[in-house]
């Protein structure tokens, strides 16, 4: 009687875990202290730049901290084809891996929830941590798996045009806004013409939540987040996650490393150059009223989901050109540790940071000024990764 032989594991790619590790490295640093880089002079041009790209945007535009939630959430879909072809490999049968997927699921959403109602005295039930939206996407992109690019490749511009659409085809409000009941200063600037169907606060994902979230258990009912996230940002944000599955389906295809290289990064700058086009902000003569969906990351508009995809395209591109491709691999092994273990980074994150500062503060302050502090910190939590690291303790979920 002849036994089935286990296929071996397949070969992880160095170069994904390493991105992944860059990313929440850089979500625990602020981006490895940027917004101190240009303190020698406060308020000049590179302080100015430096604090820019280190926070988030107001309403409209794209900074580099904008870009490291498309890019967990990108590697996600990078990820999932090897993940679950590793699966079918050892016999997991479409049914086993469903009910995996589900529970993945449920897990993701609740932990966003948790993470979100850390720090207070009741539970904050909204759905707009990057995990929770994870969590929301992740059964429909699980559907797509195995269907082929060129499905893969509709879908992902059927979600986009369908969410655009919703907000395009969606009625205006008659009466002048009263910004004070959005919770926005008196002088904010609200897009006019057509682009002022991505207001914040008055589009159809916001008016969504005033009754979505007011089904669950509220300290005083919902009426809108004060940054303007939205619940459902999920679905654009799938149309991120499936040109990450595109990309991940691409490098386990039989062509050259090199190759995959190359379209991975002219996809990445096909999608910039589109991103920036339907933008309209572009050319510095033509007005807001002529834009043809602002790039807008807290309800991620189309042209932000294809704009920051262009982005982690070619971080990708340039992290499997540099460590699969080129070998150097050895720089890479600190943001390996924590790329292996994202998703305990990201709870130590939003549970340890102020609790570890504080104690470095404690016992340390006198030896540290706030640069050495933060550095102090990020340290700490990289070590925990890097103890789990040597232990092979990895967490799933």
């Given amino acids: 009687m002849s036994e089935t032989a286990i296929p071996p594991k397949p070969e992880r790619l160095v170069a994904l875990d390493a991105y992944r590790g860059f990313t929440m490295m850089c979500l625990v640093s602020g981006i490895f202290g940027m917004a101190l880089w240009g303190s020698g002079n406060p308020g000049g041009y590179w302080d100015t730049f430096f604090k820019y790209q280190a926070s988030h945007v107001t309403w409209t535009g794209?900074?580099?901290?904008?870009?490291?939630?498309?890019?967990f959430m990108f590697i996600v879909g990078v990820a999932m084809p090897y993940s679950y072809a590793s699966r079918a490999a050892h016999g997991d049968s479409w049914a086993?891996?469903?009910?995996?997927?589900?529970k993945r699921a449920v897990v993701l959403i609740l932990l966003g929830v948790f993470l979100r109602s850390a720090g207070r005295h009741y539970t904050y039930w909204t759905f707009e941590d990057v995990i929770s939206?994870?969590?929301l996407a992740y059964i429909f992109l699980f559907m797509t798996?195995?269907?082929?690019?060129?499905?893969?490749?509709?879908v992902t511009v059927c979600i986009l045009v369908g969410y655009y659409l919703l907000f395009a085809l969606w009625p205006l409000p008659n009466e002048p806004v009263d910004a004070a009941a959005m919770g926005l200063p008196k002088d904010w600037n609200y897009f006019s013409g057509f682009a002022a169907h991505w207001n914040k606060g008055l589009n159809p994902a916001g008016y969504f939540d005033q009754w979505f979230l007011n089904l669950f258990s509220q300290r005083k009912p919902w009426s809108f987040h004060p940054s303007g996230y939205?619940?459902?940002?999920?679905?654009p944000s799938m149309a991120t996650m499936l040109i990450g599955i595109m990309a991940g389906e691409h490098l386990r295809s039989d062509n050259a490393l090199g190759k995959k290289i190359k379209h991975i990064a002219l996809a990445g700058l096909g999608c910039l150059a589109f991103g920036l086009a339907v933008d309209g902000h572009i050319w510095p003569m033509v007005d807001w009223e002529w834009s043809i969906a602002p790039i807008v990351k807290k309800i991620w508009t189309p042209s932000f989901a294809i704009f920051s995809a262009g982005w982690t395209l070619l971080f990708l591109a340039a992290f499997l050109y540099v460590v699969d491709f080129k070998g150097y691999k050895k720089w890479a092994f600190p943001f390996v540790v924590v790329g292996m273990n994202s998703i305990a980074i990201y709870v130590m994150e939003g549970l340890l940071v102020r609790w570890v500062h504080g104690r470095l503060e404690t016992h340390f302050g006198w030896l540290m000024n706030e640069v050495v502090l933060e550095l102090g910190v990020v340290f700490v939590l990289w070590?925990?990764?890097y103890w789990m690291y040597k232990r092979k303790i990895f967490i799933r979920v």
């Avoid at 086993?96 to 589900?102: C, G, S, T, W």
């Avoid at 798996?145 to 509709?154: E, R």
């Fill in 96 to 102: 086993l891996q469903f009910r995996h997927v589900v």
């Fill in 62 to 71: 794209c900074s580099l901290w904008d870009l490291i939630q498309p890019s």
């Fill in 383 to 385: 070590y925990i990764c």
């Fill in 230 to 235: 939205v619940t459902l940002s999920f679905i």
């Fill in 133 to 135: 939206q994870i969590g």
């Fill in 145 to 154: 798996l195995g269907k082929g690019i060129k499905i893969q490749a509709i």
